[in-house]
C-alpha cells in the first residue's frame, strides 16, 4: 500500500474522510487496506496510533449504499468551511436532531422519505441507506461515494440551523 | 419501548436537577458517561430537566470536547 502524500496528520476526521474519498481512487489498494487493517493503516496515514480503548471501524460507500453515522459527539460538531457534502449532510441531521428528539429514530427507520422530506435529498430505489451509531469507544471511518450528494442542495430553512466553525 | 426507557432518562433527569440542584454540566456528564448516550439525547434529556438554554450550550460544550476527544483523530 502506498499512502498518498499530504495525508491529513493531526487532522479531523472529517478532514481525514475528505481525503480518504479522493485518496482510494488513486491507490487501489489502500482502501482494502483500511477495510481490512484499519488500525495500522490509520496510524500510517494519520502519524499516530489509534488509541487502545477506541476500535474503529473503516466503511466504503458503494453506488448502491450510502451511510449516515450518528455520531457520539455529532449534536456538537459544527459543520467546517471547506466541508464534503456528506460532512454537511450528517451535519445537518446531528443539527435538527438537537431539536427534534426522536429524529435519528425516523432516519433509522425509514431514511428515505425522511431525508426526502427535510433534507431535499432524494435517494434512487437501487441505493441502500445505512444508519450507523457510535458508542463513547467505537467510531466509524466512512470512505464516502460523492456521487451519492453531487446533486443535493441542502434546503436553506436547514442550513441557516446548521452551526458553522469560526 | 424506546420511549419508556428515554422517559425514565429525562425523569431522572429531572429529579437529579431538582433533588440535588446539579449543575447542568453535571448531569450531562453523569448522562454521558454512565449511560452512555450520545450528544442529542444529552441535550434532550437537559432540556426536558429544564435547564436554561445557555446552560445547556455551556454543558454540552464541556461533556463533548472535540478538542480534546479521543474519537477525533487530531487528539490520537
Known sequence: M???EKAPVGASRNALEAWLASAVEADADLLSSLLQNTHPTLAQIVGR????DIKVTAVAETPTDLYIVRRFEGGTEPAEAQGTQAQLLRTA???IAMDEEGFWD????TPKPVLQQRLGLTVPPEVNVKVLTETTNSAY??????????AWTPPVEVMQRVPVKK | MMHAVDYDFHQIAAAVKSEFNLAATDVANVVKNTL???SDMVNAVLKVAGYVVGDIEKAMSSAFDRAASHLNPSHW
Open chain 1, 2 to 4: 502506498a499512502i498518498q
Open chain 1, 106 to 109: 425516523k432516519i433509522a427507520n
Open chain 2, 36 to 38: 452512555g448516550l450520545p
Open chain 1, 49 to 52: 496510533a489509534v488509541p487502545a
Open chain 1, 141 to 150: 471511518l466512512v470512505v464516502h461515494h460523492p456521487a451519492h450528494l453531487a
Open chain 1, 93 to 95: 441531521i446531528h443539527t
